[in-house]
């Protein structure tokens, strides 16, 4: 079955330790996208690539870091430089604009807690 | 600046009874999309409609209705007869598809529904 595969489910990082989290799709969409979302504040933009070795800043990009190597991966970096990381980060893909079935594909979400 | 405003944080109703969801955008880009989602429990967000910025037409499926206006730039959502499997958070979302924001997905803060049985 085509969908967003997102791991681990649960990420434990200690003080000043960077982690990466994994998202992988099979849609073959161009677009992915990696969330942010604290209690009572929704989902806020992190990072986001149209294309392959491309991408933007969100609105609270500082502290992260993305590559996109290839069309179905768009792993997110944690760094130490991120002050308070933890909450739960959701990817997503998304056909491009303007195309008939346009619309974001989630995956399952990564429960990031700092120990 | 692109925005998305849903100013119910928490909603509870009794079974049966119909709720509406609000959510009010802001942009200047003449093309978007509008976008409904629903995050149960497990965290993964479903998607539940999408609206370009061209077709104002309501839509009705099942139990669930969406009000589109873009001379208020609002996207309500109804859901009639509520059931307790409509608890969740709902999020409205924009999409940008020109201008400078191409391609960026803008959220609301999300509105939690509980229904009561």
């Known amino acids: 079955d085509g969908g967003i595969t997102q791991s681990p489910k649960y990420l434990f990082r200690k003080e000043g330790q960077n982690v990466t989290l994994s998202c992988e799709q099979n849609l073959n969409h161009d677009a992915m996208y990696w969330y942010r979302q604290d209690p009572g504040q929704g989902l806020r933009l992190i990072y986001y690539s149209q294309i392959v070795n491309d991408f933007q800043k969100g609105d609270i990009a500082e502290g992260y870091s993305v590559s996109r190597e290839k069309k179905e991966s768009f792993p997110l970096t944690v760094t130490s430089a991120q002050k308070n990381p933890t909450a739960f980060y959701l990817c997503?893909?998304?056909?491009?604009?303007?195309?008939?079935?346009?619309?974001?594909?989630f995956g399952q979400g990564t429960r990031l807690t700092v120990v | 600046a692109q925005k998305v405003t849903q100013a119910q944080t928490e909603i509870s109703v009794v079974e049966k009874e119909d709720v509406t969801l609000d959510c009010v955008y802001e942009t200047r880009d003449t093309t978007y999309y509008l976008f409904w989602y629903k995050q149960p429990p497990s965290g993964e967000l479903v998607f539940l409609i999408r609206?370009?910025?061209?077709?104002?037409q309501n839509e009705i499926s099942g139990r669930y209705s969406w009000n589109f206006q873009k001379s208020t730039s609002s996207f309500n959502f109804t859901i009639t007869a509520s059931q307790v499997v409509d608890s969740a958070v709902y999020f409205c979302a924009l999409l940008f598809a020109g201008g400078t924001s191409y391609g960026k997905l803008t959220f609301g803060q999300g509105t939690i529904l509980t229904v009561h049985p």
């Open positions: 997503a893909s998304s056909t491009p604009t303007g195309t008939p079935s346009t619309e974001a594909f």
């Open positions: 609206r370009n910025s061209f077709d104002e």
